[in-house]
């Protein structure tokens, strides 16, 4: 059963307090989709199964309360825990992962704490790294709460009115709408893919710019000089004795 089917499956009084789990545990750093629970979850406040107000108040709870627990875990196990988790999870925090995390944090600093609540990698990693590269916690706790309530308000409020439109329009273009819409989800996923892609491709090449330069490579078809020897010393020739 997929996350939104089983979201609807569970009565509405308790889906305020699953959005808030499911998405506190994907800050904490534990792999869980946190965007499609939260998105199904608006998609339904839409069609007046729950409230829009209360799934935006728990995803930003959610959110807010499981970065700052996952901060705490990341300032006390620091870089041997991702070091441990890589080695039994190499899917989810796998050198690379780990890589690409840490050069986003050098580059935006405390902002990617705010940045990462919209890229999923960040997403799980953004509390724990924060923890471990002894980030000051005034400037995580600015930046959780920001980008807490931008990502999980705006979301839920985007998706109930884009929902509400959407019901609205269907009634008299059904299949038309089914189009689009199909159509719209295709373009936009290869988009994100392809800017993904893309931003993953400059992470690594910044990455390789910053590398230390190994020793100089000998030039293509030529041996590898080796170093000059010192010239061994001559020895002083010999006086001949004189002739008596």
């Keep these: 059963m997929h ?3 089983w979201i609807e499956s569970v009565p509405p009084g308790w889906v305020y307090a699953l959005i808030a789990l499911i998405i506190g545990l994907e800050s904490l750093g534990i792999p869980l989709p946190g965007e499609i629970a939260l998105v199904s979850a608006a998609l339904l406040s839409s069609r007046g ?3 829009p107000w209360w799934i935006a108040i728990c995803a930003i709870l959610g959110a807010i309360i499981g970065d700052s627990i996952g901060y705490s875990i990341g300032r006390r196990g620091g870089k041997p825990l991702f070091e441990k988790l890589g080695r039994k999870f190499p899917r989810h925090f796998g050198p690379e992962h780990l890589a690409s995390a840490e050069r986003s944090f050098q580059k935006w600093g405390m902002w990617a704490v705010f940045f990462g609540r919209f890229i999923a990698l960040l997403r799980i990693f953004a ?5 471990a590269l002894r980030m000051p916690y005034w400037k995580f706790l600015i930046a959780n709460v920001l980008g807490g309530v931008v990502w ?6 985007l998706v109930y009115h884009v929902g509400k439109v959407v019901e609205q329009w269907l009634k008299g273009f059904s299949w038309v709408g089914l189009v689009l819409a199909a159509l719209g989800g295709a373009f936009s996923a290869w988009l994100l893919k392809r800017r993904a892609a893309k931003a993953r491709a400059e992470d690594e090449a910044q990455g390789l710019l910053d590398a230390p330069p190994g020793p100089a490579a000998a030039a293509p078809g030529t041996a590898a000089t080796p170093a000059t020897a010192p010239a061994a010393t001559t020895p002083a020739t ?3 004795p004189a002739a008596d």
């Design 127 to 131: 509390g724990p790294l924060a923890g």
């Design 238 to 240: 010999a006086v001949a």
């Design 152 to 157: 999980a308000g705006g979301t839920t409020l």
């Design 49 to 51: 199964v729950v409230s």
């Design 3 to 5: 996350i939104d089917a």
